[in-house]
């Protein structure tokens, strides 16, 4: 087995990754050529990314175990969670999918989508962030983050590039505030489907809404 590809199982001790260490007690890396190939995979521990700490990997499967992000996690693929995870004052950076069948407590996170292909949240029951942040690169009008179940933003939408498609489900923006939509795109992104915000004063409100077309 060469050394740029190497399984290095149940991992106890202090790891460096770009800028600090973490903890981990029982974490399963997969190293291939260079970080955005990683597969971080947790069966059962609990692990602290502690603030100032950057992880770049590719996918990260938090598997029956506890996350608790105070850093910022940047994959060039999925997240998925069957235990907890929590967001605490972190930032995840996603290029792929976000898959949630435990619990993802959001603290004061930001989750931001930055993918260049279809990008998809999926949590049964529906998902709620803190923060969500729309930069998908792909074609305008072609490529989406899609909703599989219905989707609530606490404090902050910020829609910079790409579309959000909520289909037969709906996008819920519950900040009452009218600055709690950050729209800068200059790409006419917008979201197909339903979307609903709160309303708490005589102000200007957008409703981003369109078609694949329009």
């Not at 930032?91 to 949630?100: D, E, K, S, V």
């Not at 404090?155 to 590039?161: A, G, Q």
Request: aromatic share 8%; charged share 10%; glycine share 12%.
């Amino acid at each position: 087995m060469s050394k740029n590809n190497r399984i290095l199982p149940l991992m106890t001790g202090w790891i460096t990754t770009r800028k600090a260490a973490i903890l981990f007690c029982s974490f399963l890396i997969l190293c291939q050529t260079n970080s955005f190939s990683q597969v971080i995979t947790n069966t059962g521990a609990v692990v602290s990314v502690r603030g100032g700490t950057v992880i770049d990997a590719r996918d990260i499967l938090n598997n029956a175990g506890s996350l608790s992000n105070s850093g910022t996690i940047n994959l060039s693929g999925n997240y998925s969670n069957t235990g907890l995870t929590s967001g605490s004052t972190g930032t995840f950076r996603l290029g792929g999918n976000w898959t949630n069948n435990g619990v993802f407590a959001w603290g004061t996170s930001t989750v931001i989508f930055n993918g260049s292909a279809n990008q998809v949240i999926t949590r049964p029951g529906g998902e709620t962030f803190n923060n969500l942040a729309v930069e998908n690169s792909g074609i305008t009008g072609g490529n989406t983050i899609g909703l599989s179940h219905n989707v609530t933003v606490m404090n902050t939408l910020s829609i910079s590039r790409g579309n959000i498609n909520s289909g037969i489900s709906k996008l819920y923006l519950f900040n009452p505030l009218p600055s709690a939509l950050n729209y800068t795109s200059s790409t006419g992104s917008r979201i197909i489907g339903k979307f609903e915000r709160g309303v708490n004063q005589a102000a200007t409100y957008l409703f981003p809404l369109g078609t694949t077309a329009n």
